[in-house]
Every structure is written in structure tokens, then in C-alpha cells.
């Protein structure tokens, strides 16, 4: 499952089932940033960067 879908089936669970529009901020490292719409509001989500191998 790409980033895309499990973006928007994170805003269907909070909701916001209409369309969901997201771009990707500037400036993380390890991480991702990303400016997310849908019906009319404007969120921040953050996808942390998780390696199987790594158990912290």
C-alpha cells in the first residue's frame, strides 16, 4: 500500500471523507512531513521513518 492510500484511509477513520489532497514539506531527515487538505481544513502529518531492524 503506497503513502497515498494510507493517507486518505487515515483521514476516512478521523472523518474527512472527501477529497484529500497532501504535498511534501521541505526539511525532514529520516522523516516525512506533509501538508494534508480535506473539506476545507489543512492538517500536518508526520511519517516516521521505522527500519524492521531497528527495535527502539
Known sequence: MNL???IKEL???AG???EVIFKP???GKN???FQVQADGKIF???H???HPA???
Do not use: P, S, V
Request: no cysteine; hydrophobic share 40%; net charge positive.
Open 48 to 50: 516516521y521513518f521505522f
Open 54 to 56: 531497528d527495535r527502539r
Open 4 to 6: 497515498g492510500t494510507k
Open 25 to 27: 514539506l521541505l526539511g
Open 11 to 13: 483521514m476516512d477513520l
Open 16 to 18: 474527512y471523507t472527501g
Open 31 to 33: 522523516n516525512q512531513a
Open 44 to 46: 500536518f502529518l508526520k
